[in-house]
C-alpha cells in the first residue's frame, strides 16, 4: 500500500492493538501503541473485571496467520461442549460439534494479552507506551494528544492516520461521534455479570469436568464456568441490573447465600467464599456498541470492540476482532491509500458484525433458558444429523460461527434463519425423536431451500 507515511500509532494496547501492530509492522509500517493502563506483563490480572476468553477457529486462524498460535497453544484448554448443570442436580453434555476438531478453548485474556505485546515487542519492535491515555483529536491539524500519566506530559502524536483499537468504551469513538463526525450508539443490555473463582483442589486439580464449559441455566439469569490452567474455574453469573431477582436486591449476605445455596448448590459447594467474592467484586456492565463508519477520512479508523462491541454469549468478541485484524491487513494489501483501506474495509466488515451482534443477543436467550428444553435438544441433534447426511448444504449456525473461519457472520446469519425454520417443520406434531423425522422431506427441502456452501 502506498499510504502517505510508513509511522502508524493505535490507542489500546489490548490483544486488538497488540496483534494489529505485529500485522503491520510485517507490512513493513513503524507502529506505536499508547495504552493508558500498565504494562500487564510481570502484573497479576485485574480481579473480577474479565471474563475468560473463549478462542475458537476464526481466532486460531488469525493467530496462525500472526505466527503467534505456537506460543499461546499451551494455555489453552479445551472444551467439547456445554455442560448442562440442571436444576435438579443432575448434568447433560451438549457437545459442540461432531469432528474432533470442532472444539473451543478457554484462553486467560490476561495470558493471551501479556504473550501478544511479547512478540509485538521483542520480535517485531513495536514501541509500546503504558499510562499514555488518549485525551482528544483535533481533526483540523490532524494531532491527536495523549498525556502522559506518570509525569502529565503533554504529547501531540500525529494522525497519519491514528487506529484506535481501545476497546468498547473507546474515547476516539465518542469524541468522533460528539463531533458529528460519525454516528454511534452505545446499547446496555439489562444484565450485568459478576466475576467469582471456583478454586483447586487439595491437589490442584480441576472440581469439575475441565474439557467443558459449565452452564447453570435459570431462565432469567445463568451461572458459567470456563476452566483455567492452574485447576481454577472462572465463573461468571450474568443476572439483571434491577429488579426483583438482580444484583440490586442482592446485597445482604444471607439473601446472597440463599440465591446461591438455592440456585446453584454444586457451584456453591465449590466456592466456600462465594458471599464474600460476590460482595467484594465488581458489576460488569454489557452492551452493544454500532458506530457507522468508522472511520474519518485518511485520519482515524475505529476496529475492534471501539467500532462494534458485542456481548459475551457467543464466544466471539474477541475472534471477531482478531478477524478485524486479518481483513484489515488484505485492504491494506488492495489499496493504494489510508481513506480507500478504511471505506473497503469497512464496507466489508460492517455487514459481519452487524450479523454476530445480533447472533450474541440471541444466544444469551439460548444458554440461559432454551438450552434445557426438549425441543431445543431435539432439533440440536437434527441439525447434527442433517449435517452429517447433507455436510455441503447444512451445517448448524453454531458450527458455521465457531468451526468454519471461511463462512462470514452474515452468511451464517441468513443460513441459520432458514435452517432454524426447517428445524421447526420437521420436528412439528408427533415428533417425539429423530426416529420419527421425515428425512426424505427433509432432503427435498435442504435441496431447495439451501444452496452448497463454497
Known amino acids: 500500500m502506498k499510504a502517505d507515511s510508513s509511522a502508524v500509532s493505535l490507542l489500546g494496547a489490548g490483544p486488538t492493538g497488540a496483534l494489529l501492530a505485529i500485522l503491520l509492522r510485517r507490512r513493513g509500517h513503524e507502529a506505536t501503541l499508547y495504552e493508558s493502563r500498565p504494562d500487564p506483563r510481570g502484573r497479576a490480572a485485574e480481579s473480577g473485571r474479565s471474563i475468560n476468553l473463549a478462542l475458537a477457529d476464526r481466532g486460531i486462524h488469525t493467530l496462525k496467520m500472526a505466527g503467534v498460535f505456537a506460543q499461546l497453544e499451551a494455555a489453552m484448554l479445551p472444551m467439547r461442549g456445554r455442560l448442562i448443570h440442571h436444576e435438579g442436580g443432575s448434568t447433560s453434555l451438549q457437545p459442540y460439534g461432531q469432528r474432533p476438531n470442532e472444539l473451543i478453548y478457554s484462553i486467560s485474556r490476561h495470558r493471551l494479552n501479556q504473550t501478544l505485546l511479547d512478540v509485538a515487542t521483542r520480535q517485531h519492535g513495536v514501541t509500546v507506551h503504558f499510562e499514555h491515555r488518549f485525551e482528544s483529536a483535533d481533526f483540523d491539524r490532524r494531532m491527536a494528544l495523549v498525556r502522559d500519566l506518570r509525569t502529565g506530559r503533554a504529547i501531540d502524536i500525529p494522525m497519519q492516520p491514528l487506529l484506535a483499537t481501545d476497546g468498547a468504551g473507546s474515547l476516539m469513538r465518542r469524541q468522533m461521534s460528539a463531533l458529528n463526525l460519525i454516528e454511534a450508539h452505545e446499547t446496555d443490555l439489562e444484565h450485568g455479570y459478576k466475576e467469582l473463582s471456583i478454586p483447586a483442589d487439595a ?11 459449565h452452564i447453570w441455566p435459570r431462565g432469567a439469569y445463568m451461572l458459567i464456568a470456563l476452566p483455567n490452567e492452574d485447576g481454577s474455574f472462572t465463573a461468571t453469573l450474568f443476572i439483571a441490573k434491577h429488579g426483583e431477582i438482580s444484583f440490586e436486591s442482592l446485597t445482604e449476605p444471607a439473601t446472597i447465600e440463599k440465591f446461591f445455596s438455592r440456585n446453584f448448590p454444586d ?16 458489576i460488569g456492565f454489557l452492551g452493544t456498541v454500532s458506530a457507522d463508519p468508522w472511520h474519518y477520512r485518511d485520519a482515524a479508523a475505529l476496529i475492534g470492540d471501539s467500532a462494534h462491541a458485542i456481548v459475551p454469549f457467543h464466544g466471539q468478541g474477541m ?4 478477524e478485524d485484524c486479518v481483513e484489515f491487513e488484505a485492504c491494506m494489501g488492495r489499496q493504494p491509500s489510508w481513506d480507500r483501506v478504511f471505506e473497503e474495509f469497512g464496507a ?13 443477543l440471541d444466544n444469551y436467550l439460548e444458554m440461559r433458558d432454551r438450552v434445557v428444553h426438549p425441543q431445543f435438544q431435539l432439533q440440536q441433534a437434527l441439525s447434527l444429523e442433517l449435517e452429517r447426511r447433507f455436510p455441503q448444504r447444512f451445517i448448524p449456525r453454531y458450527s458455521m460461527v465457531m468451526f468454519h473461519h471461511e463462512i462470514p457472520y452474515r452468511t451464517a446469519l441468513q443460513r441459520g434463519i432458514v435452517q432454524t425454520q426447517l428445524l421447526t417443520e420437521l420436528t412439528e406434531g408427533s415428533v417425539a425423536g429423530l426416529a420419527d423425522v421425515d428425512f426424505d422431506r427433509a432432503e427435498r427441502e435442504i435441496l431447495q431451500r439451501l444452496a452448497p456452501l463454497s
Request: glycine share 2%; net charge positive.
Open 203 to 213: 491437589a490442584g486439580r480441576h472440581q469439575m469436568d475441565r474439557e467443558a464449559l
Open 348 to 360: 466489508l466488515r460492517k455487514p459481519n458484525t452487524d450479523a454476530i451482534a445480533a447472533m450474541a
Open 267 to 282: 457451584a456453591r459447594r465449590l466456592m466456600p467464599d462465594c458471599v464474600a467474592q460476590f460482595q467484594d467484586n465488581p
Open 319 to 322: 475472534n471477531c476482532c482478531f
